[in-house]
């Protein structure tokens, strides 16, 4: 009898012992459906000696009942599973699951029935008849897409179909994807691209895992570079996966993408409808997928034959997951191209500090581009002292910002304004009592948008409709709006420039594909004149036009204390003013700001980016903080306030007492509630020789929490509230 070992789809349980029924093959990686109970649970199987299950003798053993129809987990992906479960202390199966990402994929393909002409060719024909014979040449789809493209009617089609004109064939639900032409539009590059691009190329030749860090300044053309490291895989026939930190840059990406390789690529992202997942998925597995782009879950996907990863935008937080398993997609993306024995590229203009530690220290290989493409000179960057040159009475926008944004508007060219905050005000309140509109389910006030008239909470979605008087003392009239979002600058705009073009990008705004194509189409074609956004406008986009960049707080990010408030300030600042004068005008970036001092700041306006990362390196050591130490956040919630609170305490009685690691708190989190849990924290620095997930695992592993009580750990954390 055989026995095997499967890691089953349900945390508690972890892994499971099964027998192989008589007839059925599985192998380490075959993904297979087992009995649990009465139900069946998928699951795939493991090594026995690398997963431990509880010992059942093996007239227990109950029977597997299915092996599932696609190609078995490789190897190097079990150990990437197995990895990140272990890093980043979770359930190895939660992160097997992220796997196997689209259910329906797992039953397989189907076949369905598609048209096409016979070929046969009558000599008289109706004149609808004549047309649909005309149009469908080459074409292959169903009736519903064939009567689209000939422009007639199903019936007549059907009637095609009867007369022996058009025939149906059989074929697989899940269409091929079109295939990727690396010598499609081959740029011209420059010298200093065509050394970096060559670099990339030789270690695809070469072959083995190589991480590379390609640090090049805003409109270098990191993206071209990358793209010829691209062309050489197609050329090897090797699968390509290029994460972006959001969906709002894919647009971008697709339209650059197909103009260099003839086809889009394919799309990876929460939204899929669920066919096109289980299209994607398929093709991915089997290998037909050649580049897929996609947010940070399409790393974890069961690549046939994976050959180079490309992490664009590397510095980004939103890498980072935040719940469920919480990785962080730019350092696995970095494992699983070791595990996998490739090239792994990160590009950036402002890379994280970790990563630019890591390139000093020769782990990864720093390419750089220090140029901007086309002779382009990199903007000039002053500030704006909010206290010496304040706005009028309740405006935002400093003389000087304005006086420039006149002469762009009179010279035809574009100004950005950055702030990043949605919505119309970050708090409300009633001028009478001085009441705050404050989330019921969170720590946070509420934000009014005055685009949907709603008063919203960013944390859980809560909404509600602005009243018409104040909640607590029933004055009508009575609310304030405080402080700016983007939609009160853009009000601010409108009064100041009124024949202005403007666009508002936030996710609120531009929230589907079509949209952000519209507005990428608009501001390269100049048909607007001043865009006002938050972060999602700061990076990737390219308009020839825009000439001003305004920053409208550079002071908001370094509120709140976080660990990385500098170092984002600065990446954010840096990246938007890097839209300004990419093509031949030159640009001008202006920074408002109260404390021009800041050696953020100051390091912006001096243009000296190695000013900013010896300073903000040495403060990284000094405090033990990533990359020199680490850190851990350990999160107890419950919908119970003192349940939450006795088990956070229970947890710091019971710490750990070790030389290499401080232990913080508990103690209430910055967001002391949030979606209904009331959460405390418990912070973790230890020195990068301890043992910490080891050392975690066994303190919390101890305890019995509670059924209401959730304690999550964060492994190098990114967020602090
Ligand atoms: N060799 C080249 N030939 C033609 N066009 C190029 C070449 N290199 C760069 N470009 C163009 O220059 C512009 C900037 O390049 P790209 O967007 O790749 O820069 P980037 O380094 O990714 O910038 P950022 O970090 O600011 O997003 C793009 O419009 C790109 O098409
Ligand atoms: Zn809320």
């Known amino acids: 009898m055989e026995r095997v070992r499967v890691l089953v789809f349900n945390a508690a349980l972890g892994a499971l012992d099964y027998r192989v029924p008589e007839g059925m093959a599985v192998e380490p990686g075959s993904v297979v459906v087992a009995p649990l109970g009465p139900r069946q649970i998928v699951g795939i199987?493991?090594?026995?000696?690398?997963?431990?299950a509880k010992d059942v003798p093996a007239s227990k053993l109950r029977a597997l009942l299915e092996v599932l129809p696609v190609p078995p987990l490789h190897t190097s992906l079990r150990r990437l599973i197995e990895w990140t479960a272990d890093y980043y202390c979770a359930p190895v199966s939660a992160v097997a699951r992220m796997t196997l990402a689209s259910g329906s994929a797992l039953k397989g393909g189907g076949t369905t029935t598609e048209y096409r002409l016979t070929g046969e060719e009558p000599a008289r024909l109706t004149p609808q008849r004549a047309q649909a014979l005309d149009l469908l040449h080459g074409e292959q789809a169903t009736i519903r897409e064939l009567s689209e493209i000939a422009g007639v009617s199903e019936g007549v089609l059907r009637g095609m179909v009867g007369a022996g004109l058009i025939e149906p064939v059989t074929v697989d639900i899940d269409r091929p994807y079109p295939r990727a032409d690396a010598s499609f539009a081959v740029p011209e590059l420059t010298a200093g691209q065509a050394e970096a691009a060559g670099l990339f190329t030789q270690s695809l030749r070469s072959g083995g895992f190589a991480p590379f860090l390609l640090d090049g300044v805003t409109g270098s053309g990191k993206t071209e570079v990358y793209?010829?490291?691209?062309?050489e895989a197609l050329r090897q026939d090797r699968q390509i996966l290029v994460l972006l930190p959001e969906i709002a840059l894919t647009e971008n990406f697709l339209r650059r993408f197909e103009h260099r390789f003839g086809v889009p690529p394919v799309l990876w992202h929460s939204s899929l409808k669920s066919t096109e997942r289980r299209r994607a998925w398929r093709a991915i597995a089997e290998g037909t997928a050649e580049v897929v782009v996609g947010a940070r879950s399409a790393l974890f996907l069961p690549y046939a034959r994976l050959g180079l990863i490309v992490v664009d935008e590397a510095h980004e937080v939103s890498f980072k997951q935040d719940d469920g398993v919480r990785y962080n997609a730019r350092d696995v993306a970095v494992i699983r191209a070791r595990f996998e024995e490739i090239p792994v590229v990160l590009a950036s203009a402002t890379p994280a500090l970790e990563s630019m530690q890591l390139a000093e220290a020769g782990v990864y290989r720093r390419v750089e581009l220090a140029d901007r493409f086309g002779g382009a000179s990199l903007p000039g960057i002053d500030t704006i002292d909010l206290r010496a040159e304040p706005p009028e009475r309740g405006r935002w926008l400093a003389p000087r910002l304005v006086e420039e944004m006149h002469k762009r508007l009179a010279r035809g060219e574009q100004s950005l304004l950055f702030l990043n905050r949605r919505g119309y005000a970050p708090l409300t309140l009633c001028r009478n009592c001085g009441y705050r509109f404050q989330c019921p389910n969170c720590t946070a006030w509420l934000v009014e948008h005055r685009f949907s008239q709603?008063?919203?909470?960013?944390?859980?979605?809560?909404?509600?409709?602005?009243?018409?008087?104040?909640?607590?003392?029933?004055?009508?009239d009575c609310l304030v709006a405080c402080g700016p979002g983007v939609e009160r600058i853009a009000d601010e705009v409108a009064e100041i420039l009124p024949e202005a073009r403007t666009a508002l990008v936030t996710s609120d705004t531009l929230n589907t594909p079509e949209r952000i194509g519209e507005f990428v189409a608009a501001a390269e074609e100049g048909a607007i004149d001043v865009i006002i956004g938050t972060q999602l406008v700061t990076k990737g986009y390219h308009f020839p036009e825009l000439t001003?960049?305004?920053?409208?707080?550079?002071?908001?990010?370094?509120e709140g204390g976080d660990l990385r408030a500098g170092e984002r300030t600065y990446?954010?600042?840096?990246?938007?003013?890097?839209?300004?004068?990419?093509?031949?005008?030159?640009?001008?970036?202006?920074?408002q700001t109260r404390h021009p001092e800041a050696p953020v700041i100051a390091a912006l306006a001096a243009g000296d980016r190695d000013a900013f990362y010896d300073a903000e390196t040495e403060a990284r050591r000094h405090a033990g903080a990533p990359p020199?130490?680490?850190?851990?956040?350990?999160?107890?919630?419950?919908?119970?306030?003192?349940?939450?609170r006795d088990t956070a305490r229970a947890i710091g009685g019971r710490r750990p007492n070790h030389p290499d690691i401080a232990i913080l708190g508990p103690a209430p989190a910055p967001m002391a509630l949030l979606r209904n849990r009331y959460r405390y924290r418990l912070l973790i620095n230890a020195r990068r020789s301890a043992e910490l997930q080891d050392v975690i695992r066994e303190w919390l592993g101890a305890f019995d929490f509670p059924p209401g009580v959730r304690?999550?750990?964060d492994i190098d954390p990114y967020s602090f509230v």
Do not use: M, Y
Not at 47 to 52: D, H, W
Not at 227 to 231: D, G, P, R, S
Not at 548 to 558: P, T, Y
């Open 227 to 231: 793209f010829e490291a691209i062309a």
């Open 548 to 558: 001003l960049v305004g920053v409208v707080d550079a002071d908001l990010g370094l």
């Open 571 to 591: 990446q954010q600042i840096a990246q938007v003013a890097g839209r300004a004068g990419r093509a031949s005008k030159p640009g001008e970036v202006l920074i």
């Open 45 to 52: 199987v493991w090594e026995a000696e690398r997963l431990a």
């Open 628 to 644: 020199f130490g680490r850190w851990a956040a350990i999160i107890v919630s419950s919908e119970d306030e003192a349940e939450a």
């Open 454 to 476: 709603r008063l919203a909470c960013h944390h859980c979605g809560h909404e509600t409709s602005v009243p018409e008087t104040c909640p607590e003392c029933g004055t009508p």
């Open 711 to 713: 304690v999550n750990i």
